[in-house]
Structures are given as structure tokens and as C-alpha cells.
């Protein structure tokens, strides 16, 4: 499994960004995929996660500092994860991951413990 983030960059703060996710190889059929981010001598975080219910059925969780501002949303059939971030703060500066675990289970899915990652994309807000 690949995932390949891209999207990243430089936004003043109160603009948006939209995060993109790749995911090539296994196409899973269950458990999650989610957005993280970290910044030097902090732990990762997890942003916003999006786990499968059923058929086209999905449950969002967002962590709290992103809620009400960050949307996060998937195209199955590419398949890609997306990140739209709105009204961004300077404390959302960091570099943000992409991971993704058939068995990780929905009450699990803002932790860290996933099987796959991306390499990250840094956004940087001014």
C-alpha cells in the first residue's frame, strides 16, 4: 500500500487549503483512513479521520482543534483522501500525514496507530 500526499504549501492565516491523499495497491474495503500532523518535539496529532460503516457509508471524526473548520471527505473510486482546511491559524503550521489500517476500528481512529503512512506534505500558515 502507497499513499501520496500532495497539496501542501504556504496559506495566510484565515485562507483554505485542500490536502489531497492517494492511496495505490490494496483498495481496502474497511477500516479507516485519516489525516494527521506533527510539528518538531510534538506528538502527531490526529486532524480528522473517515471509517467504514458499510456500502458508502462513513463515520467523520475531527480532532478539537480543527472542528467546525477542517472538512475531511474521500472519492472511493480514485481512491483519494481529501482535507479541505478553512479559516487556518498559525498553529495549524506543520507537516501533515496521511495513514490508513484495514483494521483500525472507528473509536481508534484519531491515534497514531496505523499501518500505512504517506511521506507528508508541510503547510505552513503566515
Known amino acids: 500500500v502507497q499513499l501520496v500526499e500532495s497539496g501542501g504549501g504556504s496559506v495566510q492565516a484565515g485562507g483554505s487549503l485542500r490536502l489531497s491523499c492517494t492511496r495505490s495497491g490494496y483498495n481496502f474495503s474497511a477500516g479507516c483512513w485519516a489525516w494527521f500532523r506533527q510539528t518538531p518535539g510534538k506528538e502527531r496529532e490526529g486532524v480528522a479521520s473517515?471509517?467504514?460503516?458499510?456500502?458508502?457509508?462513513?463515520?467523520?471524526a475531527y480532532g478539537d482543534s480543527v472542528k467546525g473548520r477542517f472538512l475531511i471527505s474521500q472519492d472511493a473510486a480514485k481512491p483519494t483522501l481529501y482535507l479541505q482546511m478553512r479559516k487556518v491559524k498559525a498553529e495549524d503550521t506543520a507537516l501533515y500525514y496521511c495513514?490508513?489500517?484495514?483494521?483500525?476500528?472507528?473509536?481508534?481512529?484519531?491515534?497514531?496507530?496505523?499501518?500505512?503512512w504517506g511521506q507528508g506534505t508541510q503547510v505552513t500558515v503566515s
Open positions: 495513514a490508513t489500517d484495514p483494521w483500525v476500528q472507528s473509536g481508534q481512529a484519531l491515534s497514531p496507530r496505523y499501518t500505512y
Open positions: 473517515s471509517c467504514v460503516l458499510g456500502p458508502n457509508s462513513y463515520y467523520y
